[in-house]
Structures are given as structure tokens and as C-alpha cells.
């Protein structure tokens, strides 16, 4: 087992540097961040609800708060998205005490592929992803802060097994292939700078540095990266980064590197290497990380047939690749396409306000939107008012409510646009209406929210009623 000194989290490194990374700000010491959480908890789901986990073989249903745990070179546990362009999933990740890391991810598949979620830090987008880091504070680390690697689906098709093949077509929200011939790698960082890493394909590839770490008396060993390749790949490459020397890589297949990896951390060893990490990429993959800034960074990533593409709502993202290894900074109003031909890529601005639909569903909840598919509201006299978030701008959506004996009025507008009221109910004169109720409306619009206001009878202060809108099918 190699080692060498590291003095600067796994995510700084950088021989070739821009401008931007450069002046970044260093955190003191390593302890705080603890790249890798303990687990992901599903938080959100929004479409149908036909979940599914994975734990070695068997296919199980499962729902809110439902946990997604470490494994052996990820072949347990295992989350996916279905293709069926109506669910969203959302993931948020934990240290072992339940506190929060500070990294959501949001996923929706939008073709007739599938998104596989691997974790800890990969994700293999077949439409589109978010994901957030937020800022947790001076010597708060956050999950993954080293970067979530990106794969293109529609660049790779994604191998599926038998039990894969069932469960998509059960329509679960994330999932990851049993996958064949991984050869699983991690690096282990102590607060005195030192640094190792292990390669295995059988077990846990951090036991064996976190074992070295603890040999040589460290204080605070800690995992800051674990990633995997596939040993079948044939362009793979293997790329050693140190914060006081030139980036170093090499070119191979699956099964060339281990050999590979070995000869590269020996040679910027020699070099006097210091604060050094290895990625493996392919070229329709890409890494994505916060600034260390500890600002809020939110990035959206698209799969958009031969590119990648990354937008930035929120704060700096860095994208790095096996074409720019130094990594390229994406501002809020750029947008980023990473394509595997050999060409520049480009970076155009965007209008940051108009805003995607997945991320309008992302942002709805600290806007104050309720969203669909959930009881959004119940009352009485008082009435209400509220603006619903959809999970699209077309389609057909319902709404259920209840008015119980006493009769209330319902109105559902899209901005100045009356979409349904009570009112025009068959003999109702002036829009009060008693019982419960399911109405189909049909929508094509251009944004995803919609207004429901409740009018509460004016003669009846005991009244009550409540309310559920669908989103679109």
C-alpha cells in the first residue's frame, strides 16, 4: 500500500489549475470533511409510487424514509429510475448521527432509458439531476464534496439484469444494476496530511487504507473518496491529481488499471506529490463539486444526446473531465456542454429565470408551494389560498375535494386564467357546492403552478372542507 503526504481536502486538488479554483480558500484541517455519508434516505416522491429496493437479489417495495446503505463495491442495495417520465425522486444523505450532510440529489428520466443511482457518489443520468450542496458552515463537511460523477446513459447503455428488468418495469424511482467485473477503489486521508489508497474486487476497497491509516497512528483516518470502474471497459482513464504538481494520467481499459494506477501513484510519489486523489473516468463521464467557498451550489445536469450539460442555479460548480482535467468553472447563468468529440466545449449564458420544470419542483417548497399529489390543504370558514407546484407544464390533472355537508367554493387558476370553478357545476348559481368531488382538467400551459382558492361559506362558520390536486398524467 502506497502513501503519500496530502495537507488539503481530496476536492482542491489540481495541478493545472484556472484562475477560479485558485483562489478558493482552504479549509484547515481534514476532520471536518467526511466526503462519504453513512447513507441516503429517500425524501421525496412526486408521480407513481412504484418504488422498489434492491438488497442482493430480492426486489422489495419501499417508500418514504427508506434508506440506501453502503456496500461492497456497490452491489447491494440498489436504487432506480424508472423510464417513465412522471416520477421524481429525491435523495438526501446522512451522517451516522442523522445529521445532515448537506447533499440532495433530485432525479427524473425523461426517455426510455434508465437513471441508476450508485452510491455514494455516482449517478448515471438518463434525462435530468440535480444536484445540492448547501452551505453547512465553517468546518462542516459536506457529503460527496469531492464531486459526483456523472455518467451519460445515452452515450453507455446501461446493461440490465433479469431482476433490474422486473424492477423497471415495476416503475421504481432510483436503482443500480448488479454490476459484473467492478473493481471498486478509495482513498483515506489523516488530519496530519498523509493519504492512501486501496483497489479491490471482492471486498470493501477502503479497509485496507483505513487499516494503513490506523497502523501508522493517525488521528481522525477518514474516507474522503470510493468509486469504481468496470473491468470490460476499454477506454478508461486513470488520473492522479496532487496539489504541487502537474497532473498525471494514463490511458488503458478496465483490467490495464490497477497496473496503471500503481506506476502513477509511484511516479508523482517520486515527484514529491503532495495532497493527491485519483479518479477513473470514461469520456461520456464528468465530475461535478461545490466551490469551497461555503456558499450554497446548485447545478443542473441534462442528458442531452452526445452532450452533458450543466447549468448552475446557485453558486460555482466545477466540472472536470478526462478533457479538462483542471476542471472548468460554471457561474450561475452559464451553461456547460461536455461533449466526448475532441472539440471545445461550450460554455453560453442562460437566462437563470427560466427555469426548467424539474427545477421549479426542486425550488417549490422554499418558495412556499405546496405540491401536487399530496393533501395540500383543509380549513374552514377562513378559506384558503395556496400555490401548488406541478411536475409538468401539460397533461391532465384532478382534483379531489371534500366539502362536506356544508357548501364551500373551489377555483383552480393558471395565473389570470380560470382552469375550474365550483361554479360552473351543473345548477350551481352561485359556486358553493356540498360533497366530494373528482374533476379532470386538462393543461397545457407555460409554467407548473397553478393557484387553489377555497372560499369558505360565508353563512356557515362551522364549515370545513379540504382538497388533494394530482400532478399531470
Known sequence: MKKIQRFLPLFLISSVTVSTLAILPFLENLSSLAEIPAYAKIVQILGPNNISVRIGRQVRPVNIDSRLSPSINHQLNALLMPNNNLTFGTLEFFEKNDNSKGLKIQAKTRNDQVTFYYFPCTIRVSGNAIIEWKNLGRGGGRACEKGIRVQQASASKAELTESNLYANSQGTVFAQALRQRQQGYCSVASDSGKSWYGISTSEDPCQEPLQECQKDGANNCTTLAQDFWKSRESELE???????????????????????????????????????????????????????????????????????????????????????????????????????????????????????????????????????????????????????????????IKINYEMFDVPDRLIVTHKDKTLYDTKIEKGNKNGYVSGRNTVSIPLKENSGQVKVKVIGNPEKETTKWNYVLSCPR
Open 238 to 396: 486513470a488520473i492522479v491529481s496532487c496539489k504541487n504538481i502537474p497532473s498525471a494520467s494514463r490511458k488503458g481499459s478496465g483490467a490495464e488499471m490497477p497496473d496503471l494506477i500503481r506506476n502513477l501513484w509511484s511516479e508523482v510519489q517520486q515527484q514529491g506529490g503532495q495532497t493527491c486523489a485519483l479518479n477513473v473516468l470514461g469520456n461520456n463521464e464528468a465530475i461535478v463539486l461545490p466551490t469551497l467557498s461555503g456558499q450554497r451550489t446548485t447545478v443542473e445536469v441534462n442528458d442531452l444526446d452526445p452532450c452533458l450539460t450543466f447549468k448552475t442555479r446557485f453558486g460555482t460548480a466545477i466540472v472536470k473531465s478526462t478533457k479538462k482535467q483542471e476542471g472548468v468553472p460554471v457561474e450561475v447563468g452559464d451553461e456547460y456542454k461536455y461533449c466526448i468529440e475532441p472539440e471545445e466545449d461550450p460554455i453560453k449564458p442562460v437566462d437563470p429565470e427560466n427555469e426548467s420544470i424539474e427545477m421549479q419542483v426542486f425550488l417549490a417548497r422554499e418558495r412556499g408551494y405546496e405540491l401536487c399529489d399530496q393533501m395540500q390543504e383543509s380549513g374552514g370558514f377562513e378559506g384558503s389560498e395556496q400555490t401548488i407546484q406541478l411536475t409538468a407544464t401539460e397533461g391532465v
